[in-house]
């Protein structure tokens, strides 16, 4: 099986601009993103697809492969699809250049499913903390008992109605694989209702009845969108420097 990790990352972001270049623990979020999926096993190549020429010539400087894409994209899906059609490969995996804690395991999770011919699109979830239950920047996922995605939404979800307690939360991780008939699919399709809701581009696939694979994994990550989540990712990283 050919797989091609795509790390979008897109220079003008609303909330905190900038970010992909932004230094933490002494090298671009963008570096640490690349350098966790470069380690990871059974991919056929890792490059960046940006619509900045700042972030290329950053990937240039640092010998990586990069494609310069097109700045009308709405979504990393989107910018993951545009390259994916001129590059062969059985599935694509999409890292988001926000997500400094991706680690080689994540990589090792997405591809697992795809020993299922009938597997289209796979994503990540990790046990929901107290902590994000209730906060809608971290993102929940029910799944059926198959492993399917079901719904994903900002609110908590399943609804403990009776406060009984025992609800088990999934937390979901932003990362994700597809086959090219999926991406070409998801780019032909409008926005949809759910996915303009929620402001969640997978609902976009649930919504036009395109099941998503959820396979869960114990590491956490912080997709970095505010100053505080960059303030809370150097702390981490800093804790993991000490360990090694």
């Known amino acids: 099986m050919k797989a091609i990790a795509i790390i979008p990352a897109r220079l003008e972001s609303t909330r905190l601009p900038r970010k992909v270049l932004r230094q933490i623990a002494g090298k671009p979020m963008l570096a640490h993103v690349y350098d966790a999926v470069r380690q990871a096993a059974g991919l056929a190549e890792v490059l960046v697809a940006t619509d900045s020429e700042e972030v290329a010539a950053l990937a240039h400087e640092r010998g990586w492969s990069v ?9 990393g899906t989107e910018r993951v699809q545009e390259v994916a059609a001129s590059m062969s490969a059985d599935v694509y ?15 090792a999770a997405l591809l697992e499913p795809f020993a299922d011919a009938a597997v289209q699109v796979a994503t990540l979830k990790t046990p929901c903390s107290s902590a994000d239950i209730h906060d809608p920047n971290a993102v929940k996922v029910v799944t ?11 609110a908590a979800i399943p ?18 694989a597809y086959r090219r008939a999926a991406l070409d699919c998801f780019a032909a399709l409008p926005e949809s209702s759910l996915e303009r809701s929620e402001r969640l581009e997978q609902l976009r ?24 989540d960059l303030k809370r990712v150097e702390g981490i990283l800093a804790r993991r420097a000490v360990e090694k």
């Open 159 to 176: 609804h403990d109605r009776d406060a009984a307690g025992g609800v088990r939360y999934y937390k979901h991780l932003g990362f994700y």
């Open 93 to 107: 995996l999409n890292v988001q250049g926000d997500e400094p804690l991706a680690r080689p395991e994540h990589i």
């Open 205 to 228: 696939f649930l919504e036009n009845g395109i099941p998503i694979h959820v396979v869960e994994t114990p590491f956490d990550t912080i997709g970095v969108d505010t100053e505080e």
């Open 67 to 75: 494609r310069l894409t097109s700045s009308a994209h709405r979504s």
């Open 144 to 154: 059926d008992s198959s492993g399917r995605a079901l719904y994903f939404s900002r």
